[in-house]
């Protein structure tokens, strides 16, 4: 009973005020009214019109941290205590002000803005500040200018949408599992081959009804809060992307990572390489000297130092999300075995293996790279650019 009360709450079920009282595991308050209270509360804006107003001008909110940004590097340029203290603060400030300006979004184009803003930022000064000292050959310009569209155009590719899931696709199931049956029935060998493998993975075939959009859903697929839809394979929802990750947007997302980590290390290198050119990488990030005798060459140290912080978050996440698709785990199927206490843990924690899919690592590969998106022409959207 202590472990129902501790664990945490399934993407498909609903918060609950009793899954929140970690020290006494009792339940703290009438979960009825409490729903009630807080759906009042977010409809406010429609018997508040001055509240509603306000959040409406809240869409403008993001001006005063995109001008805060580089006014907070330019100030950890001064000195690289200042440098220090900024750079281990700045992540609470990012969350701080998203809170106070975004909280009650559902979705939100703050994290993807401010992304998209510090990815720009940087390359300019990579172009304004790096590139006038005569250190960056043409060839290594073109290889970062490269990799910066490859990454807007992954991105946008990852935009196009995670593979929603409709009423539509289970009736198309149908005809399919129909057609199926007739071609089956008229080959016994390939009758055969089909029973064996629902044998070996009896869940593979397996639609469940959502609990929240009463609708009919694939196996492996699951409901986003944030979205407020189903997804087919769920792996998880990116506030960076303000979209979800699933079948149809998994490997764009995977190859979007890879891109912009080797053109984050490359260009983190190419600077460091004109601002401390007699020392060694790795060292030249934790002291290069005289660094700070000029305004413009601390900016650029003081970024690489911001842009390195961002890429070895980024890098774990990489590393994660390889090691899950080895394991032919998605990142929905961890969390729900973390709850029911099923699957092991491998690799010191970093996935969770629940042995239901997993079919070996070169299958498990072969299966992510070639999997399609089933019966997207019944449920696709247009470019999903928000």
């Given amino acids: 009973m202590i472990w129902e009360k501790l664990k945490p709450p399934e993407p498909d079920d609903r918060m609950c005020c009793c899954e929140c009282d970690i020290n006494q595991c009792r339940c703290c308050c009438d979960c009825e009214d409490l729903d009630e209270a807080f759906s009042r509360y977010e409809h406010c804006d429609e018997t508040c019109p001055a509240f509603g107003t ?15 940004l580089p006014l907070l590097l330019k100030a950890a340029a001064l000195h690289y205590l200042l440098g220090i203290i900024i750079l281990t603060a700045l992540p609470g400030l990012v969350l701080s002000y998203y809170y106070a300006t975004h909280r009650r979004k559902r979705r939100t184009l703050f994290f993807l803005t401010l992304a998209l803003y510090s990815l ?12 006038p000292r005569g250190d960056v ?4 310009t ?29 009736e198309a199931n149908h ?15 390939i009758q055969s081959a089909d029973s064996e493998k629902t044998r070996k993975h009896p869940n593979s075939t397996k639609w469940t009804l959502c609990p929240v959009c009463k609708i009919m859903r694939p196996p492996r697929a699951g409901h986003c809060r944030t979205c407020g839809l189903c997804v087919q394979r769920l792996d998880h929802h990116c506030v960076w992307i303000n979209s979800c990750v699933g079948q149809a947007n998994h490997r764009s ?35 290069c000297p005289g660094v700070y005798s000029q305004p413009s060459t601390a900016l650029c140290f003081t970024c690489c130092w911001y842009s390195s912080i961002i890429t070895v978050g980024l890098i774990y996440l990489l590393v994660a999300q390889v090691v899950n698709i080895s394991f032919n785990v998605t990142g929905r199927e961890a969390q729900l075995a973390v709850r029911n206490k099923k699957g092991q843990s491998r690799l010191w924690g970093l996935v969770i293996d629940t042995g239901e899919y997993s079919r070996g690592f070169y299958q498990n590969w072969v299966e992510f790279l070639t999997m399609t998106d089933s019966f997207m022409s019944f449920h696709s959207s247009p470019t999903d650019l928000v």
């Avoid at 050959?137 to 290594?140: N, R, Y």
């Avoid at 600077?271 to 990030?285: D, E, I």
């Fill in 54 to 68: 306000m959040m409406d001008n809240m869409k403008i909110s993001m001006i005063p941290a995109l001008l805060l």
């Fill in 120 to 131: 720009a930022y940087m390359y300019y000064l990579f172009i304004t500040e790096i590139l």
């Fill in 137 to 140: 050959s043409p060839l290594q």
């Fill in 142 to 170: 073109f290889a970062v200018t490269t990799g910066m569209i490859l990454t807007i155009v992954s991105l946008i590719h990852t935009k196009r949408g995670p593979g929603f899931v409709t009423a539509s696709l289970h």
């Fill in 175 to 189: 005809q399919q599992m129909d057609a199926e049956n007739e071609l089956t029935n008229s080959d016994g060998c």
């Fill in 253 to 287: 997302f995977l190859q979007t990572l890879c891109v912009f980590v080797l053109t984050a290390v490359y260009g983190i290198s190419l600077v460091l390489r004109s601002l401390c050119p007699r020392q060694y990488l790795m060292t030249a990030l934790f002291y």
